[in-house]
C-alpha cells in the first residue's frame, strides 16, 4: 500500500553534525520534520531549543510536504542555536563565495584573507571549505572532472549539460503529451480514439481534423525549440531560466512576481542538488487542467472556416517560461515550497485569444 502523507510513512534519512571540530552521521528513521529533528537532538545528545535541520546547501527544511518529497537517504545538517541568523549567514556567505570562485580569473588572495577572517571556528572552515569544493566542482561539466555527482545516473550519461537538458526536454514532452491525451479523451471520447482507422463522418470528422492540426503545429514547433531543453541548460544563453553557473532561482508563487523566500538552488553543484532539483516545479499560472484544456476544447469544436483556432496562444500557455517569453510567459520555476496548489481562479484563458483574427 503506497503513503502519501509524511505522517503516515518513516523516510530513511542520515543527519550530519559538527561536535569538536569533526563531522559525524548518523541515520535516523522520521515521519515528519519535527520528528526528524527530535530524533537528530536525542542521537547527538543536543539540545532542542533553537535547533534545525538544514540541507547541505543551507536550505531550511520546516515544511512536511517538503520533506515527503526529499529522496530516501537525503543527508541533512542539524544547526543548534539561532536559525534565522545562521541561515541568513551562510546563504549570503555562500552565495558571495560561490560568486567569487565562478569568476574567470578569482581573486584567491583576496578570497583566502576573507576566509580568514570569517573563519573563527572549525565548523565556520569547515563550511566554507564545502562551499569552496562544490564551486571547484559546479563548473566541472563532465563525468571524469566530477564523478560523484553521476552516481546513480546510466553511464551512458557523460555531460551535466546534456543530462540538465534532457530534464528540461522530459518536463515539457510530459505536459505535451498529457495535454493532448486530455484534450483527446473529453474531446473526442474513448470510442473515437480507440477507433482512428474508422470512418469518422460529419462534426466529428470536422473535430478530428482540427485537433490533429493543432497537435500537430504544437509538435512542430517544439521540435524547432528542441523541446525547450535549453531551459535547464547553463551554456544556453537564449533559453536558460538559470545564470551561467547554474543556479536557478524561484520565481515564487503564482500570483506573486518573486520569491518571499529567496530560493534558489544550483543543480550542477553536487549530486544531492540535482537530485532536489527534480522536486522544483515548471507551474502553469493560468493552469493547465482547469483553463488551458477546457479552453482549447471550446475553440477546436468552434473551429471552422473562418474561426482558425490560435495555437500559437496555446502553446505559449502551456510551454512559455519566464524571462523567455517575457509578459506572455505562463511557466514559473518555484520551489515545491512556492507551488500553491489551490485553483488559480484569478487567472484564465483569455477567451479573446482563442482563434486567430
Known sequence: MNC??????????KVAYLKEGREIRK???AKSVSHLLKAACKAFGVGPEGASLTLDDGTDVEDDDY???????????????????????????GELIRKVWSLPTPPKEDLNGFIEDL?????????IQEILDKSKTCLNDSRTDDPEWFSGLNDNVTSKEIWMSKSAKDRIRGYYIKTKDDVESQLLGERIKKSRSKIIVGNEETIRNTFDLVFDSMRQELNKNRFHCGYFARKDELFRLCDADGSFSCQGEYYRNKCNYIHRINPYGNRESRILFSTWNLDHVIERSRSIVPSLIEAIRKADAERIVNWEYFYRLLFGASLNYGEEANLKL??????????????????KLLFID
Open 119 to 127: 573563519a573563527r571556528n572549525d565548523e565556520t572552515r569547515r563550511r
Open 27 to 29: 541515520g535516523c528513521a
Open 67 to 93: 520533506f515527503a518529497l526529499l529522496p530516501e537517504d537525503t543527508l541533512f545538517l542539524l544547526r543548534p542555536g539561532s536559525k534565522s541568523k545562521q541561515t541568513w549567514f551562510w546563504r549570503i556567505t
Open 4 to 13: 502519501y502523507k509524511p505522517a503516515r510513512c518513516l523516510k530513511r534519512c
Open 334 to 351: 518555484v520551489h515545491t515550497v512556492c507551488h500553491v496548489k489551490i485553483a488559480h481562479t484569478e487567472f484564465v484563458c483569455d477567451r
